[in-house]
T-cell receptor, first 114, second 111 residues
């Protein structure tokens, strides 16, 4: 069965600092990989996804993620955090193919200090 | 853009009540999902459906059932609500290109 680990429950960074959120997955092959963001009281918004090809994926709001097969990781990065990035971030995986169901990590809550 | 609409943002129900959570998508997607979200646990899959009248159990189906009579509508049913079903419920729709779109969620409180 697939699983996702987000080892950091809560991260605090200063505005303007760089950010890296960690995600490790367990799956027999290379899955589809996703990062979602959830602002308070809101649904989930897709930041970026990886299906195949270039292992560095660009997303919305200046985020990027790098797939590293050898480490089974898909870490999310942003070079300079803005106060509006404060939210909860979820990594998710799905088996390749259709009718796939997402498995989520437990999330990382990002706090941004001014 | 695909739109996934959940009929209620907030619901308060009594223990033992039968509760219906409705989800509608407007893009003719075949696959739809129900998740519940709890602090520290992330999102956990309750049920999913890959076609009309088809359903499969997810990771935590106990205490829930679903209905998919029309392609655009996927309903989650709590047969007899209990306090441990107090949670945020999120519906999602999935297209063949691999994209998932989520609704805004329904926060259910069972008292």
């Amino acid at each position: 069965a697939q699983s996702v680990t987000q080892p950091d429950i809560h991260i605090t960074v200063s505005e303007g600092a760089s950010l890296e959120l960690r995600c490790n997955y367990s799956y027999g092959a290379t899955p589809y990989l996703f990062w979602y963001v959830q602002s308070p009281g809101q649904g989930l918004q897709l930041l970026l996804k990886y299906f195949s090809g270039d292992t560095l994926v660009q997303g919305i709001k200046g985020f990027e993620a790098e797939f590293k097969r050898s480490q089974s990781s898909f870490n999310l990065r942003k070079p300079s955090v803005h106060w509006s990035d404060a939210a909860e971030y979820f990594c998710a995986v799905a088996p390749t193919g259709t009718a796939s169901k997402l498995t989520f990590g437990t999330g990382t809550r990002l706090q941004v200090t001014l | 853009d695909v739109k996934v609409t959940q009929s209620s943002r907030y619901l308060v129900k009594r223990t033992g009540e039968k509760v219906f959570l409705e989800c509608v998508q407007d893009m003719d997607h075949e696959n739809m999902f129900w998740y519940r979200q709890d602090p520290g646990l992330g999102l956990r899959l309750i049920y999913f459906s890959y076609d009309v009248k088809m359903k499969e159990k997810g990771d935590i189906p106990e205490g829930y059932s679903v209905s998919r009579e029309k392609k655009e509508r996927f309903s989650l049913i709590l047969e007899s609500a209990s306090t441990n079903q107090t949670s945020m419920y999120l519906c999602a729709s999935h297209d063949r290109a691999g994209g998932y779109t989520f609704g805004s969620g329904t926060r259910l409180t069972v008292v």
